[in-house]
C-alpha cells in the first residue's frame, strides 16, 4: 500500500483528511500518532520535525506531504476518484479555497484554543486567550450560519475540500459551546455533514478517544 497516513482519530485537521479518503475509498494505512507517548512522538518527528499532525507518506513517490489543505490537494492530483474536492475552474477553485480557509483559520483554530486550554496545567490556563477565541468562533458560527441559509454544501450543490474543512470544527464546537438554537442554518449544515458517510465514519472512529476530551 502507498500511502500512510500519520494522524489521530481525535484530531479535528486529521478529520478532514480522513474525509477525504473515505469520500473515494482511497487504499492507505492508518498509523496514529500518541504525541504523549514518548516513542511514538519522538518517531513521528523523526520523520516530520514541526510534529504536528496529518501527515502523509507516499511510499510510490517518495513523498511526505504535510498539512490538510494541502493533502487533499494532492490526493485530487495522484489518486483521484469520484468526488472532486477542487473544482476545474480557476475562479470557483479560489472560492473554494477561501471558504477552506476560513473553517481553518475562522471556526478550527478558537475551537482548537477552547479546548486544549482546559489541558492545561492548573494555574497555567490562558482565560483572555479562550475569552478571546470564544468571540472569534461566534463571528464565525454566525458567518457559517448567513452563509448557508441557502446552500446544501459550502460550495452550492457539489461536496468540496470546504466541507471537509467545516465538518469537525462544527462537530466539536457544538460540543464546547452548543449552537443549534442560535444558529440554525450552521447545525443544519452539520447535520448534513454527519449524515455523510465519510464524516459519519471518521466521528465513529473518534468515538472511543472522546472521553478523553476536556469536557
Given at each position: 500500500?502507498?500511502?500512510?497516513?500519520?494522524?489521530?482519530?481525535?484530531?479535528?485537521?486529521?478529520?478532514?483528511?480522513?474525509?477525504?479518503?473515505?469520500?473515494?475509498?482511497?487504499?492507505?494505512?492508518?498509523?496514529?500518532?500518541?504525541?504523549?507517548?514518548?516513542?511514538?512522538?519522538?518517531?513521528?518527528?523523526?520523520m516530520w520535525p514541526i510534529g504536528k499532525f496529518p501527515v502523509l507518506r507516499d511510499e510510490a513517490k517518495d513523498r511526505i506531504i504535510p498539512e490538510s489543505s494541502i493533502i487533499i490537494e494532492y490526493l485530487q492530483q495522484h489518486?483521484?476518484?469520484?468526488?472532486?474536492?477542487?473544482?476545474?475552474?480557476?475562479?470557483?477553485?479560489?472560492?473554494?479555497?477561501?471558504?477552506?480557509?476560513?473553517?481553518?483559520?475562522?471556526?478550527?483554530?478558537?475551537?482548537?484554543?477552547?479546548?486544549?486550554?482546559?489541558?492545561?496545567?492548573?494555574?497555567?490556563?490562558?482565560?483572555?486567550?479562550?475569552?478571546?477565541?470564544?468571540?472569534?468562533?461566534?463571528?464565525?458560527?454566525?458567518?457559517?450560519?448567513?452563509?448557508?441559509?441557502?446552500?446544501?454544501?459550502?460550495?452550492?450543490?457539489?461536496?468540496?475540500?470546504?466541507?471537509?474543512?467545516?465538518?469537525?470544527?462544527?462537530?466539536?464546537?457544538?460540543?464546547?459551546?452548543?449552537?443549534?438554537?442560535?444558529?440554525?442554518?450552521?447545525?443544519?449544515?452539520?447535520?448534513?455533514?454527519?449524515?455523510?458517510?465519510?464524516?459519519?465514519?471518521?466521528?465513529?472512529?473518534?468515538?472511543?478517544?472522546?472521553?478523553?476530551?476536556?469536557?
Amino acid at each position: 500500500m502507498s500511502l500512510t497516513l500519520y494522524f489521530h482519530p481525535l484530531s479535528s485537521f486529521c478529520q478532514k483528511v480522513l474525509i477525504a479518503l473515505y469520500e473515494n475509498g482511497t487504499p492507505f494505512k492508518p498509523e496514529i500518532v500518541n504525541l504523549f507517548d514518548e516513542a511514538s512522538s519522538a518517531a513521528f518527528k523523526k520523520m516530520w520535525p514541526i510534529g504536528k499532525f496529518p501527515v502523509l507518506r507516499d511510499e510510490a513517490k517518495d513523498r511526505i506531504i504535510p498539512e490538510s489543505s494541502i493533502i487533499i490537494e494532492y490526493l485530487q492530483q495522484h489518486y483521484p476518484g469520484k468526488t472532486r474536492f477542487v473544482p476545474n475552474d480557476a475562479e470557483l477553485a479560489r472560492q473554494m479555497r477561501f471558504r477552506d480557509r476560513f473553517f481553518d483559520l475562522h471556526l478550527n483554530v478558537p475551537m482548537q484554543k477552547i479546548v486544549t486550554d482546559r489541558l492545561r496545567p492548573a494555574g497555567k490556563n490562558d482565560t483572555y486567550g479562550v475569552e478571546d477565541a470564544r468571540r472569534r468562533l461566534q463571528i464565525g458560527l454566525e458567518l457559517t450560519d448567513k452563509s448557508m441559509a441557502a446552500k446544501t454544501w459550502a460550495m452550492g450543490d457539489e461536496f468540496s475540500m470546504a466541507d471537509c474543512a467545516a465538518a469537525p470544527p462544527l462537530f466539536f464546537a457544538n460540543l464546547v459551546m452548543p449552537f443549534e438554537k442560535t444558529h440554525p442554518n450552521a447545525a443544519a449544515y452539520l447535520k448534513r455533514l454527519l449524515q455523510r458517510p465519510s464524516y459519519a465514519r471518521a466521528v465513529k472512529e473518534a468515538e472511543p478517544f472522546l472521553a478523553s476530551m476536556p469536557k
